[in-house]
């Protein structure tokens, strides 16, 4: 299980990357805020995003995992369960 130091920093890595891309004050970007509904976020700034997240932590988001990337809660869990599949 990641400290919660690391959770915590990988979070707001996160949310900094989002707040980049989208241009949204990363405070308006709530552990459950929808990308389409919430933030006005469309499919070729999600894409940036799981690009973007790949090549920081050098990990491989599945095709089929991609449409399942609409939140930023959803971020960070696929996030956590790539990078603990990677440990192993």
Known sequence: MAKKADTDK???E???????IT?????????????TEDLGI????????VANIEKKYKVVIPEEEIPKVNS????????????KKKKK
């Open 10 to 12: 990988i979070k707001k």
């Open 14 to 20: 996160i949310k900094k990357m989002i707040s980049d």
């Open 23 to 35: 241009e949204i004050p990363e405070e308006k970007i709530t552990d459950d805020a929808k990308f």
């Open 42 to 49: 469309d499919s070729m700034m999600a894409l940036e995003i």
């Open 72 to 83: 930023f809660k959803s971020v960070y869990t696929l996030l956590e369960k790539l990078l």
